[in-house]
């Protein structure tokens, strides 16, 4: 269906031949780049503390990350396995950002029902989503107790942004279909329903985007203070007895959590958009 | 179909009594249209023509029951309009097809808004598709369907609730100019043989001699009516009326384009 392919001609001219030729070059060339850009950055990792430029006890080192981790790997009864924090810390963040994401679009339709309601909310949704959230992290500790203040971290770094988010999405639902949809008389119910959900579709892949990345946010910062599990703990365990082959092998665990869920909804979004 | 033709001249099928119709803001009110009234018989082709601002598209709003106005009544069939009902059809100036839809599901959705049975719907939605040169894209998407075939899907999403009214914004204005005229015709010639009674509503004043039986001009802002115009051709179809395209080669075309020209006081600033 594609309007290239039905101007496709069927032997391609030799201008074709070389332009396709020029535009893979250049597609290589973008990913010898990337793929530079980390080598060189490992490369730099492992060099400097080993030649001692920089303090090896600060930085560690790639090369010292792979034994830490089958060290960390092994479940001792004073330590959990890295594994069971990886998990730990995986399990809160989809449990804030799937509850961003629910309360956040319950919210935001209740003040698109109720229109007052967003005017009389919207100074303090402002304000809730300027505030940095971490600031609560002691006072969660207090109120939640050490595992369900994770949790709530989690949930509470992106609920206002997701909130927000998904309201404006719902605003900006071109109001002529409502009005369609109106001509045909449809309740309020189905303006929902039929119209302001479906339509708000791209604007709630894009709040997932921003909520996944929140909520990992949330979690290990809530770690930080009150966990005794999860890789936030874990950081702040290794930073105290200054290992930083610990803190480091965390944090690239923490780095690969994100890009997988980072593709995840990637491809979620490929799915969702290949019907628009 | 059904029989809108049992109404007759005697009680009309669309009734409009000393339409008011103010717009407010902070900053006062706008009064949109004023004193409207006049009355369209069941089978009727009716043009509302206009310039731009002039309440044009408000009107169609207060026939289809979308919006309330300020004064005064519509009456469909004799009965006051407090709301949109099935008897009409409104087409706006867009397609606004739900890009996440098919275009058969697109096709039934007033149905579904008006919780009628959905097979019937389907059903009717793929015979009036199929009708108009649709019926290998029922499951298309909007984005696949040129300018053209989009504007017959939302033709086909209109008379799939089977009003007996259908009331048109520009639902031309759109389209390039080619497939505006082809359009014209096949529209035209659509609401002819199902006997709907149309109201029109443009600022193209060939469009609205071409299409319709009678032309009401507005006046500037608030809109009130100006003037009222039958359009006869001696030349014809079966029915005794030419095509759009035929009217505009019509020999009284010219004489009802002067006048309605006159009538609008066209002024180009600038």
């Known amino acids: 269906m594609s309007k290239v392919e039905r101007f496709a001609i069927p032997s391609a001219s030799v201008q074709y031949r070389e332009w396709l030729m020029r535009e893979r070059r250049g597609r290589l060339t973008v990913r010898t780049a990337q793929v530079a850009i980390l080598v060189v950055f490992l490369i730099l990792w492992e060099v400097l503390p080993k030649a001692h430029i920089v303090n090896p006890l600060f930085t560690s080192y790639p090369s010292?990350?792979?034994?830490?981790?089958?060290?960390?790997?092994?479940?001792?009864?004073?330590?959990?396995?890295?594994?069971?924090?990886?998990?730990?810390?995986?399990?809160?963040?989809?449990?804030?950002?799937?509850?961003?994401?629910?309360?956040?679009t319950l919210i935001a339709a209740a003040l698109w029902w109720w229109n007052d309601l967003y005017k009389v909310l919207d100074p303090y949704l402002v304000v809730a989503n300027a505030m940095p959230k971490t600031a609560f992290v002691p006072i969660f500790y207090i109120w939640l107790g050490a595992t369900l203040s994770v949790y709530g971290m989690s949930l509470a770094i992106s609920l206002f942004i997701a909130i927000l988010m998904i309201y404006n999405g719902f605003q900006g639902v071109d109001p002529n279909k409502i009005k369609l949809a109106q001509t045909f008389g449809a309740t309020k119910g189905q303006l929902l329903t039929k119209v302001v959900l479906p339509g708000s579709i791209p604007t709630l892949i894009a709040a997932l985007k921003v909520n996944v990345g929140l909520s990992l946010v949330g979690v290990v910062v809530g770690e930080f203070q009150s966990a005794n599990i999860g890789l936030g703990f874990l950081i702040q365990y290794g930073s105290q007895i200054f290992k930083l082959n610990i803190v480091m092998t965390a944090i690239t665990i923490l780095a690969i959590v994100s890009s997988v869920m980072y593709l995840a909804i990637s491809w979620l979004e490929t799915a969702v958009m290949r019907r628009r | 179909m059904q029989s809108s033709t049992t109404g007759g001249a005697a009680s009309p099928k669309v009734e409009l009594r000393n339409l008011n119709m103010r717009y407010f803001s902070l900053e006062g009110e706008t009064e949109a249209l004023k004193d409207i009234s006049f009355s369209v018989a069941a089978g009727e082709f009716v043009a509302i023509i206009g310039q731009s601002g002039c309440g044009k598209s408000t009107l169609?709003?207060?026939?289809?029951?979308?919006?309330?106005?300020?004064?005064?009544?519509?009456?469909?069939?004799?009965?006051?309009?407090?709301?949109?009902?099935?008897?009409?059809?409104?087409?706006?100036?867009?397609?606004?097809?739900?890009?996440?839809?098919?275009?058969?599901?697109n096709a039934v959705l007033g149905a579904e808004i008006q919780g009628a049975d959905i097979a019937a719907a389907q059903a009717r939605a793929k015979e009036l598709l199929t009708r108009y040169g649709l019926g290998q894209f029922l499951h298309h998407l909007p984005r696949q369907l040129s300018g053209g075939m989009r504007q017959r899907v939302a033709l086909a999403r209109t008379l799939c609730t089977e009003?007996?009214?259908?009331?048109?914004?520009?639902?031309?204005?759109?389209?390039?100019?080619?497939?505006?005229?082809?359009?014209?015709?096949?529209?035209?010639?659509?609401?002819?043989?199902?006997?709907?009674?149309?109201?029109?509503?443009?600022?193209?004043?060939?469009?609205?001699?071409?299409?319709?039986?009678?032309?009401?001009?507005?006046?500037?802002?608030?809109?009130?009516?100006?003037?009222?115009?039958?359009?006869?051709?001696?030349?014809?179809?079966?029915?005794?009326?030419?095509?759009?395209?035929?009217?505009?080669?019509?020999?009284e075309f010219n004489g009802y384009f002067n006048t309605l020209w006159q009538e609008l006081e066209v002024h180009v600033e600038g």
């Open chain 2, 60 to 105: 169609l709003s207060l026939i289809s029951g979308i919006l309330k106005p300020t004064a005064g009544t519509v009456l469909i069939d004799g009965r006051s309009v407090s709301g949109p009902t099935r008897k009409v059809g409104y087409m706006l100036q867009q397609d606004y097809l739900f890009e996440w839809r098919t275009i058969l599901e």
């Open chain 2, 163 to 251: 009003p007996d009214v259908v009331l048109l914004d520009e639902p031309f204005s759109a389209l390039d100019s080619q497939t505006r005229l082809a359009l014209a015709d096949e529209v035209t010639e659509i609401l002819r043989r199902e006997r709907k009674t149309t109201i029109l509503v443009t600022h193209d004043i060939a469009e609205a001699i071409s299409m319709s039986e009678r032309v009401i001009v507005l006046s500037r802002r608030p809109g009130q009516i100006k003037s009222d115009h039958p359009i006869r051709f001696a030349s014809g179809d079966d029915e005794g009326r030419p095509t759009p395209f035929q009217a505009r080669n019509a020999p």
């Open chain 1, 64 to 104: 010292a990350l792979w034994p830490t981790f089958l060290e960390l790997l092994k479940e001792t009864p004073r330590q959990a396995s890295i594994l069971t924090h990886t998990w730990f810390t995986v399990f809160a963040t989809i449990i804030g950002f799937s509850a961003a994401m629910v309360l956040g």
